[in-house]
């Protein structure tokens, strides 16, 4: 799942990061894996649900620049290229405000395509946080993936009625 977040960074990172003048060649590779760790590192630290049903929505509504943990995931990689490969602060801010934000939006879709990219935004949380997601659906390995179908089913964000929240009950919500 991980590479296939990589190969995703890299095909939204030529323009803004191998075509960036800023950007020394010999760092292009290793700045878009800085974007890799910087999204899973964001990804798992979304504990609470709410976090996570925010992100969502601000995918669906592709409004995922003004989500908090976007805007995290985004000040983070602009902190780490600057200290890491010495970027300018403009020129680091500019890179992740473009190429976190469509990376996002791009898993999300993903997702919304009735998993005929193979990936989405859901499963990639679930690996990251330890809830597991198997089929879309969340295993009992305890977690965020785990909390959220027990947790989601008591607030109301059982789309399908099965008794727990999934990433069937996420697509539902993109519907």
């Given at each position: 799942m991980l590479d296939e977040l990589f190969?995703?960074?890299?095909?939204?990172?030529?323009?803004?990061?191998?075509?960036?003048?800023?950007?020394?060649?010999?760092?292009?590779?290793a700045v878009m894996q800085e974007a890799?760790?910087?999204?899973?590192?964001?990804?798992?630290?979304?504990?609470?649900?709410?976090?996570?049903?925010?992100?969502?929505?601000?995918v669906r509504n592709g409004q995922t620049e003004s989500n908090p943990a976007v805007q995290q995931i985004s000040n983070n990689f602009t902190g780490n290229i600057m200290q890491k490969f010495g970027i300018n602060g403009?020129?680091?801010?500019?890179?992740?405000?473009?190429?976190?934000?469509?990376v996002l939006s791009k898993?999300?879709?993903?997702?919304n395509q009735g998993g005929s990219g193979g990936f989405d935004l859901g499963g990639l949380i679930g690996s990251l946080t330890g809830g597991g997601m198997s089929g879309g659906n969340a295993t009992s390995g305890g977690g965020l993936g785990g909390n959220i179908g027990g947790m989601g089913?008591?607030?109301?964000l059982d789309k399908d009625g099965d008794g727990d929240v999934d990433l069937n009950d996420l697509t539902k919500m993109f519907k």
């Amino acid at each position: 799942m991980l590479d296939e977040l990589f190969n995703l960074i890299k095909q939204n990172g030529q323009q803004t990061v191998v075509e960036n003048e800023a950007v020394p060649n010999e760092h292009n590779e290793a700045v878009m894996q800085e974007a890799q760790t910087s999204i899973v590192d964001g990804l798992s630290n979304l504990r609470d649900p709410s976090q996570v049903d925010s992100l969502f929505e601000s995918v669906r509504n592709g409004q995922t620049e003004s989500n908090p943990a976007v805007q995290q995931i985004s000040n983070n990689f602009t902190g780490n290229i600057m200290q890491k490969f010495g970027i300018n602060g403009s020129t680091a801010a500019s890179i992740a405000a473009s190429l976190i934000p469509m990376v996002l939006s791009k898993l999300g879709n993903r997702g919304n395509q009735g998993g005929s990219g193979g990936f989405d935004l859901g499963g990639l949380i679930g690996s990251l946080t330890g809830g597991g997601m198997s089929g879309g659906n969340a295993t009992s390995g305890g977690g965020l993936g785990g909390n959220i179908g027990g947790m989601g089913a008591k607030l109301g964000l059982d789309k399908d009625g099965d008794g727990d929240v999934d990433l069937n009950d996420l697509t539902k919500m993109f519907k």
